[in-house]
């Protein structure tokens, strides 16, 4: 048995080294798209730019616009005069926000009755939510500190303790400094071993099929199984490479730590993987030629990508996506890699986790299985 499969697993690995530009390009995916993620892609957007029509000119129109400086999240790119010079500049993609401060700024100020308008271009989410929300807090601290400041100097007294009776002291667990990085790159190695062990196996299969060489195989004396084993050997070896260079990339180049258990993460990224090589399997069953396999693939990729809580948190999703999701093994590793990396936790914390992620490889490997016995029949 182990002769046979140890046959298989060599003829592989002779196709992979006489295919050099896939088997780097394979290589290097994962660390192309670390990159892009480290550098490309942030959550928390800053430095948006931002166009500016002071129509008051006074110090506490300037003030006002300082502090949306300071804060590090907006920089002024350029000043106009009145709001369909704001919209055009936004329209022109020079800006992403403007700001009109009309007449008497101050005066109004004193009168209690000021207002700011703010202009935010919808059509980037992540602008949006980040500019909306950052101009609000910049305008109720901006509020605060206007009435206090007022009210020490008619009292001649500090009143600050009187209006803010309550503070709040927030702690953030985990990652402190909230950092993308610290966050994405748990769930990108998921998403990298979802999709390419299940391209990886797909293809596979689906290639003996096509150019006519499994026949050939399956007269010898192997069985079945034994070929679905000798299949997937090289390709967990490749998607354990992968893990690896994401692992220590992330963690000596960009300082993302593991806090956790890095031996029981590993056990439990093979077991990750067995469910991802099964899926492909399933796939090649079901798949005609390489270009189906390749359509299937991307479809269940994507899906499990959405709904798996790669990006967006699964509480947050409709039940019918919530139950989709536990269709896909991202959705039970995803936990796991994000609590061992980020939190620190053992095995007791990841016990529910763990098991279905069990169940859906046992599940999914005789699927597989026996769908690839009924096409080969």
Known sequence: MFKRIGAITQKEFIMLARDR??????LLIPLIQLLLFAYAIHMDVKNIPMVVADQSLDVDSRSYLGELVQSGYFDIVSTVQDESQIVAAIDRGDARIGVLIPPHFSSDIDQGRARVLFLVDGSDPFTTQSAYNTANAIAQHYTIQLVVNRLN???????????SPLTVHLQILYNPDVQD???????LIAMLLQTQTITLTALAVVREREVGTIEQILVTPIRPIELMLGKTIPNLLIAIINMLTIVVVSNKVFQVPIKGNFLLFACLT???IFSGLGLGLLISSFSQNQRQAQQLTSMITFIGQVVGGFVFPRYAMPVVLQWISNFFPLTYFIPISRGIFMKGIGMQFLTGQVVALSFYVAVIVFLAARSFRQRLD
């Not at 530009?21 to 394979?26: E, I, P």
């Not at 100097?153 to 209006?163: K, P, Q, Y």
């Open 270 to 272: 093979i077991i990750y």
């Open 153 to 163: 100097v008619s009292s001649g007294s500090t009143v600050s303790a009187l209006l």
């Open 21 to 26: 530009g896939t088997l780097t390009l394979v």
């Open 181 to 187: 990085l610290w966050f994405l790159v748990p769930g």
